[in-house]
């Protein structure tokens, strides 16, 4: 959610997350920002809002009021917090306020403990009476109210506590204002009376009982109750137990002092205080510089046990010390007498058995054994003791509660809005803050910060040594040197421990605790730059699950399982530390290449079947292993295996540079057809010489069809046709039929598209091939368009669309919305067209897919010149038709693009430019045996003549050649075809204009492209 910070308890406030103030201007918007947070995150109807800010004196138009003081607030926050207007939802039957950080709710979390110190910090919260400047208005009235009687509770609990804890002349001394503004409240009068008589003033005591006595008697004709009554009693007969408790029972908690805030760290504070109310032994795991210590004090910091909280710091012992329970006495204070005969462990549970507190044990994992041992006895034999643990590995006790303490979460994105969301980024830039005070984030340093934050996984400890070296490099400077990293992250603070102050000892640490074998696992699992999975592991590293189980647990390996499969993943920084210390890694290498390229020729056969959508996923997941295999021995081989993976992903480039590596014979005729392929679809202008050289070596057919569905891009339909093969299976052969379907419906051969079509979608349907489903039903679809049946070929096109979403071929996706785009023009529906095409234009930039570019930007330029957008529609299309142009052959989408500018450019108030516009696309279609095409051309040549007999002549051979190639008009072409008849029909007459249409029905289209 925005980070918004509301407050209430005083004069309402809005904060920025940084703190920074937000002016919420007005008296009405101000109540209306008070309204909606007395009832945040429910609904308050527009009517009751309208009530609660004008009640009697509402304006002449209410609802209208009310919207205009939501744009207001909405603004306000916008304006302060980009995306803080979407705090405010218009939800029936009026709006809702999403809040979840008010200070009325952080009071009333804290005001649950009996600590004293989370209780004061509650207490710290408020600023005055709560909604201060809006106290008078009725709707905070019950409110303010519950809320100034919970600070009573909360302010009577406080004293309770501090009591305990001695300090009673203290609380004698701050009671006294507030029982003299409370002077009836009984509960507040008992602590006083309490405090006065532990503090060796009994008789102010007494005199604060009869003063209570006689205000009830005479305001309220009532006497103090029972428990009042039995508290002066006690006090009368000075009952030992009111006594101050001796300083030996005072808790006393050993944690160290809060130096600097605790970031990101919000919902695991909470989780962890409430698991500790509920388990005895909490274990926090995770690798070294995550924060396990910090969390854990702050946890503990928070807890309100009897005898308070024991930090014992374990780092110092040397790795396999045995003597723990000594660590632990030293810190309890405990010293062994003269002449006992018991161990430490004894002497441990003897000095704790009666005794209720947290022992927080740190840095547990190179003294493992015996901390397990000593807690185990713990847990058994002193009830009264609780234990919070951090290590880099479980103690595996019975009754243990893991908490694993992830990295903070890393930027999703570069952008600004993105990095400030991100807890790592936050803590980064508050720790950078304090070594330069000018350090900022801002949209210059935003992208630079958020690499940061995922080079170094979001680690704290790696976070806070890179923000020390800020100051002399600039944050730039620091991510420009995060390849020298164990060098570049290292502190002089002298405070920090030194196994903290690199990030080399952090890591060594961890590395020094495992034995030879496990050192060479956690090494060979380096060379897996995006983790493995378990068989791949196993395979690469040459080791077994047992020993992964161990790196696991010891925080050095994580285990992912968030995936379809689980993955084993390494820190970018273990991965480095272990990559200098793989001593075997030619022959790791090379196994790890031999076993990914054996992974793609699987999926190669995979993807053309049923289980497409699963070889996509896992090869989507392996890509950067895939990558590293390339590189390391894959070559060739690996590449050819990858290439209809690279095409369905869109990743052409990366193919063809792949394609070039050098390999054998057999290679480099199986790469062959590919690399021309690859080559077509990028727009290099290949020779039909190069292209029959490289499909003639093809073994299986498959890359002679790429290559050949290729060239239709660049409009070589003969030479696409004489290179697709005969098929060899059942694949290829519908796959065959997908381009003899695109270029049957170029030439506009009906029967030929529909055999092609239909036959392709019922082999891809049996073999289970969504992406083949795919390509066949667009041009089933493409068929019903041409005949007219728009709705049906619409829906189609939404099957396709959620076939391409399912499977991630985002180039595609485009594709489907450019054909949906350009049905919604046909059909009129120019926002919609609009809005779709745009949609498309986007996925295509984002993808990199030119032929998806093209027809979406064809599309804006429809929808723009329908809706009247001349200006618009001219640059998309005359984009377009110099690109169109330019094409070694004039591209298939260059007629239709040619007519939709000569319709722009006669609106535009040039019909002589218009007409040359109309004859060049005919030429065009002419040459490229586009019927269809033709149609649209001679339509156009109509529209722009200056002479109406030779315009009906035209529309009438138009209609002609309509009818004779079953392609009636859509209803947006329909228009256009009126707009002319209406125009010419008006000059000649009705009767001429009949028979000089007639006359044209008889000559074929290039007949009539003749009568100019």
Request: with cysteine; glycine share 6%; hydrophobic share 45%.
């Amino acid at each position: 959610m925005t980070a918004v910070q509301f407050g209430v308890l005083g004069p309402l406030a809005v904060t920025t997350d940084a703190g920074e103030p937000v002016v919420v201007p007005g008296t009405k918007v101000r109540a209306l920002l008070a309204d909606l947070l007395t009832n945040r995150n429910q609904v308050v109807s527009a009517d009751r809002l309208i009530d609660d800010l004008w009640g009697d004196d509402a304006p002449a138009n209410p609802a209208g009021a009310l919207q205009v003081r939501v744009s207001q607030l909405r603004r306000a926050l916008n304006d302060a917090e980009p995306g803080a207007r979407d705090l405010i939802e218009s939800r029936p039957p009026g709006y809702l306020l999403r809040a979840d950080a008010v200070d009325a709710d952080r009071f009333t979390d804290l005001s649950r403990s009996t600590d004293v110190e989370r209780l004061t910090e509650a207490l710290a919260l408020w600023r005055g009476n709560a909604y201060a400047d809006v106290a008078d208005a009725e709707f905070v009235r019950a409110e303010a109210a519950r809320l100034a009687e919970q600070r009573l509770v909360v302010q009577e609990r406080l004293a309770q506590a501090r009591l305990a804890r001695g300090e009673h002349d203290l609380v004698a001394a701050d009671l006294s204002e507030l029982v003299a503004r409370h002077p009836l409240r009984e509960g507040l009068r008992a602590v006083q009376l309490r405090a006065l008589y532990a503090a060796g003033r009994q008789s102010e005591a007494l005199d604060s009982y009869a003063d209570l006595r006689e205000r009830l008697a005479e305001e309220l004709g009532l006497d103090p109750g029972p428990e009042l009554v039995a508290l002066h009693r006690s006090i009368l007969e000075q009952d030992a137990r009111l006594s101050a408790p001796p300083k030996a029972a005072l808790i006393r908690n050993s944690l160290p002092a809060q130096l600097d805030e605790l970031v990101g760290r919000a919902e695991a504070l909470a989780e962890l205080r409430a698991l500790l109310t509920r388990q005895r032994l909490v274990t926090l795991v995770g690798p070294g510089g995550v924060g396990k210590t910090r969390l854990a004090t702050e946890t503990a910091r928070a807890q309100s046990f009897p005898d308070g909280v024991q930090l014992v710091e374990l780092a110092p012992l040397p790795a396999g010390d045995a003597r723990v329970a000594e660590q632990v006495l030293g810190a309890l204070g405990g010293f062994e007498a003269a002449g006992t005969s018991l161990s430490p462990a004894d002497r441990v549970v003897t000095a704790l058995r009666h005794r209720r507190l947290l022992l927080v044990l740190d840095n547990c994992e190179h003294v493992v054994e015996p901390v397990a041992e000593l807690v185990a006895r713990m847990l058994r034999d002193v009830p009264g003791v609780s234990v919070l643990a951090t290590s880099r590995e479980p103690l595996g006790l019975t009754g243990e509660q893991l908490w694993e303490v992830p990295p903070l979460p890393v930027p999703d994105g570069g952008d600004l809005d993105a990095v400030r969301r991100s807890a790592a980024a936050r803590l980064f830039v508050a720790r950078a803050a304090a070594q330069q005070r000018g350090f900022r984030l801002d949209g210059q340093s935003a992208a630079a910060v958020a690499q940061l934050c995922r080079r170094l996984d979001g680690l704290p400890l790696a976070l806070e040594l890179a923000a020390t070296r800020v100051r002399a490099l600039g944050v730039r400077g620091v991510v420009d040197r995060l390849d020298d990293r164990f060098r570049l992250l290292s502190t002089a603070q002298r405070d920090v421990p030194p196994r903290q102050r690199t990030l080399t000892a952090v890591i060594a640490w961890s590395w020094d605790l495992l034995d030879e074998t496990d050192r060479v696992v956690l090494a060979r699992l380096a060379v897996f730059p995006d983790g493995c999975t378990p068989e791949a592991a196993e395979h690469v590293c040459r080791t077994d699950l047992d020993a992964l189980s161990r790196l696991v647990d010891r925080s050095l390996v994580v285990l992912d399982d968030s995936g379809a499969a689980p993955r084993y993943r390494l820190l970018e920084s273990v991965a480095a530390f272990g990559l200098e210390r793989l001593t075997d890694a030619d022959e790791v290498r090379a196994r790890h290449a031999a076993y990914y390229t054996e992974l793609a020729e699987r999926a190669d056969a995979g993807l053309r079947g049923a289980d497409q959508p699963r070889w996509l996923a896992q090869l989507d997941a392996e890509t950067a292993n895939l990558r590293a295999a390339l590189v390391h021995g894959g070559g060739l081989r690996l590449a050819v295996a990858l290439s209809w993976y690279w095409f369905l992903r869109g990743r052409l480039t990366e193919a063809r540079r792949a394609l070039s590596t050098p390999g054998d014979p057999t290679q480099e005729s199986r790469a062959a057809a590919w690399r021309v392929g690859f080559a077509l679809l990028r727009g290099d202008a290949v020779p039909p010489s190069e292209v029959r050289a490289a499909v003639a070596g093809d073994p299986d057919g498959r890359g002679a069809w790429f290559a050949a569905n290729a060239a239709t891009d660049h409009s070589d339909l003969a030479l696409a046709a004489e290179l697709l093969p005969t098929s060899t299976d059942r694949w290829t052969e519908a796959a065959v039929l997908t381009t003899r379907a695109k270029i049957a419906h170029v030439l506009g051969d009906q029967a030929a598209l529909e055999h092609a079509a239909t036959r392709s979608a019922a082999l891809f349907a049996d073999l289970g091939d969504q992406w083949g489903r795919l390509q066949a039903t667009e041009w089933v679809a493409a068929l019903a368009e041409m005949r007219g049946a728009h709705e049906r070929a619409a829906a189609l096109h939404r099957d396709g669309l959620r076939w391409a979403e399912e499977l991630g071929l985002w180039p595609q996706v485009g594709t489907e919305l450019a054909w949906l785009a350009w049905l919604a023009v046909q059909t009129r529906d120019y926002p919609q067209a609009r809005e779709l095409a745009e949609r498309a234009y986007q996925l295509a930039l984002e993808h990199d897919a030119p032929n998806a570019l093209v027809f979406a930007e064809l599309s804006l330029g429809l929808a723009a010149r329908r809706d009247g957008k001349l200006d618009l529609a001219t640059t998309h299309l005359g984009n377009l038709a110099e690109r169109g142009r330019a094409e070694a052959q004039p591209a298939l989408y260059l007629p239709p693009v040619l007519v939709e500018l000569g319709h722009a450019v006669e609106q535009g108030g040039d019909p002589d430019a218009a007409l040359a516009l109309h004859v060049e696309a005919f030429e065009v279609a002419e040459a490229m045996a586009a019927p269809r095409d033709a149609i649209y051309a001679l339509e156009g040549m109509a529209s722009a003549l200056h002479d109406p007999e030779t315009a009906a002549r035209l529309l009438g051979a138009a209609a002609a050649a309509r009818l004779a190639t079953q392609a009636p008009p859509a209803p947006a072409e329909r228009d256009e075809i009126e707009r002319v008849t209406d125009r010419v029909r008006a000059v000649l007459g009705g009767e001429r204009f009949e028979a000089l249409v007639a006359e044209g029905t008889k000559l074929s289209p290039g007949a009539a492209r003749a009568q100019l």
